[in-house]
């Protein structure tokens, strides 16, 4: 399969042998997130994380690269988390203006959210606090590998991550889509057909709407942004892991229009998530200042769109009062929502 923008390949394996051999006759250079069990003697290891994604790091891969001589005909073939792709992919954008890049992802989130679209990044930490994503360029990668036996080894914290990016792209483009590939998945790690389906589904998905966008400066990728607003803001204020975070954001948000909620929440009760504190006793000033820092504010007000139902999209501008009361309400229907059978 070959997408247009801007020409990324998007090949699919089926076994870990084919995919070896594949690796085998790629020249070049590997970075490798130690998280993804995969190894190569002369391979730059890495931790894997978010910590990975500092200047420091990225400095130490240029002059790996450096001496090593690399030539920038060859290509970086960098293989993790979303975390180490990002990382890789930037220090790919810079090597002598720019190297070839093969991405491959080992976590869930990294193969449906974080290949596709030719984002790079690096986080910024100023005067003590994390500034996540504050630098880096758009790089698409050439190539994006896709095993799905790396998903086997995935503890659930970051099984759940990245079904809760499935889930966002479900309920914004896939209007009639089973999920319970993903609650199973989930629930046991097990990878089957039904999941791989989901995942070529996400990635067709995010290929149609970064071509449209290709330098996110169209709005149209904003709405990759469901279930974000309220999802940053809750990740700040608990240790939920990012997807978790962004699925009860899609919860909250949802209730602002249309008819999704009760399916977002239906999701949650099927996974038997529990209401995180800041939901459950929301502190309106804690919400207000996380709220705020949010990077889609424009006037005052705060930007989002949503799924009002799946496949059907809403763009949507509020005050803090309105999400205030979303949140203040949410409780009630996370309860309400306990009562009945899941659909
Ligand atoms: N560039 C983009 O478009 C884009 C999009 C979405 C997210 N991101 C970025 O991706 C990052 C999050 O990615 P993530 O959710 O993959 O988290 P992550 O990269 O932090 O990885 C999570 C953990 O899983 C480990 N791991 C990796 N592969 C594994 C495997 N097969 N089995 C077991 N453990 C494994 C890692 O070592 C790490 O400890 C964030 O930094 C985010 O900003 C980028
Ligand atoms: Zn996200």
Not at 103 to 111: G, I, N, Q, R, Y
Not at 319 to 343: E, N, S, T
Request: proline share 5%; hydrophobic share 45%; charged share 25%.
């Amino acid at each position: 399969m070959r997408f247009s923008f801007p020409s990324t390949e998007l090949r699919f394996f089926s076994s870990h042998a084919e995919w070896k051999k594949a690796l085998a006759a790629k020249s070049g250079y590997s970075l490798i997130d130690r998280g993804s069990g995969v190894r190569a003697p002369s391979a730059f290891l890495l931790n894997g994380g978010e910590r990975e994604k500092s200047w420091q790091r990225l400095e130490r891969v240029l002059i790996w690269l450096a001496e090593k001589n690399a030539e920038r005909s060859e290509p970086l073939v960098v293989i993790g988390g979303g975390a180490v792709l990002d990382l890789g992919a930037f220090a790919a954008s810079l090597y002598r203006r720019g190297m070839p890049l093969v991405l491959v992802p080992t976590t869930l989130l990294a193969m449906v959210d974080a290949t596709l679209g030719g984002k790079t990044a690096v986080d910024l930490r100023r005067r003590g606090r994390l500034q996540k994503n504050f630098a880096g360029t758009f790089y698409p990668a050439a190539s994006v590998w896709i095993l799905p036996d790396f998903l086997a080894t995935l503890p659930r914290r970051e099984r759940l991550s990245g079904a809760g990016e499935c889930w966002k792209m479900l309920w914004l483009y896939g209007k009639g889509r089973s999920d319970q590939a993903l609650v199973d998945y989930v629930e046991t790690g097990k990878v089957g057909p039904e999941l791989l389906a989901l995942i070529r589904f996400c990635l067709r998905a995010k290929a149609r709407v970064v071509k449209q966008d290709p330098l996110d400066n169209k709005r149209i990728r904003e709405a990759l942004n469901f279930g974000h607003t309220i999802g940053h803001a809750l990740e700040s204020q608990s240790r939920l892991s990012h997807g978790e975070a962004v699925l009860w954001g899609m919860a909250v948000e949802s209730q602002l229009k249309g008819t999704l909620a009760p399916e977002v929440i239906d999701v949650l009760r099927a996974l038997g998530l529990r209401l995180p504190l800041a939901l459950r006793k929301p502190k309106q000033k804690a919400w207000k200042a996380a709220l705020r820092a949010d990077k889609k504010n424009r006037g005052g007000k705060i930007e989002l769109t949503i799924a009002v139902s799946p496949g059907k999209r809403a763009r949507l501008r509020v005050d803090f009062p309105i999400l205030w009361q979303a949140l203040q309400d949410f409780p009630a229907a996370f309860q309400r929502a306990g009562a009945r059978p899941r659909a």
